[in-house]
């Protein structure tokens, strides 16, 4: 059972454009992360939400943290072509069974 | 520089050849991890350690070994790989294992067992 959707699968929009990918799930989620995986490297950890209803910005990136700790997402402001990358959400559940847990991730593409 | 390492970072074996994938990290972590990841099924946990001599299975545990007799090392040990072992390979480390704490992971080995 995948307790973390990741929605969409892919996405391909031109540099300057905004765009938003979801984390959900039908579990409570003690805290969750953000991480960014490029072509040929490891993930790479961009943030970490831990209070329902916490937003945290990175430069362009927002990311939200649903009130009832079930969901979140990731907006992009202006996108540029660095933005380009497979990004994942990972938590960890409530009843703290020490293992995290991945989403499936969102491809993303920005065009030049 | 804080890192994991894994070696070898590609490997093309055969079916029943017993294999070792190597990880270390030199930032006194004392949790350590191993995760496969596959097309449309993302990224996996195969096992972890929270401490030396302290290991656990996660979500994909069938075929695998792991030890941890040191705290830097944690080698992951196929005894007769398969080809449905055929995967991208994620060693990872943190100061715990909560998400609160942040996992580093390593560069990948891309295993290919024909």
């Known amino acids: ?112 | 520089e804080a890192q994991v390492t894994q070696n070898p970072r590609y490997l093309i074996t055969v079916t029943g050849k017993k294999l070792t994938v190597t990880c270390s990290q030199n930032m006194n972590h004392e949790y350590m991890s191993w995760y496969r990841q596959d097309p449309g099924l993302g990224l996996r946990q195969i096992y972890y350690s929270m401490n030396v001599e302290v290991t656990d299975k996660g979500d994909v545990p069938e075929g695998y070994k792991v030890s941890r007799k040191e705290k830097r090392n944690f080698p992951l040990i196929l005894e007769s790989p398969s080809p449905n072992q055929t995967s991208l390979y994620f060693c990872a480390s943190s100061l715990s294992g909560t998400v609160l704490s942040t996992q580093y992971f390593g560069p990948g080995t891309r295993l290919t067992v024909l």
Not at chain 1, 1 to 28: A, D, H, K, R
Not at chain 1, 32 to 42: D, H, I, M, N, V
Not at chain 1, 84 to 112: M, Q, S, V, W
């Open chain 1, 1 to 112: 059972t995948q307790l973390l959707e990741q929605s969409p699968q892919f996405l391909s929009i031109q540099e300057g454009e905004n765009l938003t990918v979801y984390c959900n799930s039908s579990s409570v989620f003690s805290s969750l992360q953000w991480y960014r995986q490029e072509p040929g490297e490891g993930p790479v950890l961009l943030v970490t939400v831990v209070t329902g209803g916490e937003v945290k910005k990175l430069k362009r990136l927002t990311f939200q943290f649903g009130d009832a700790r079930k969901d979140s997402s990731l907006h992009i402001t202006a996108a540029q072509p660095g933005d380009t990358g497979l990004y994942l959400c990972a938590g960890e559940r409530g009843n703290r069974d020490d293992k995290i847990i991945f989403g499936k991730g969102t491809r993303l593409h920005i065009l030049p």
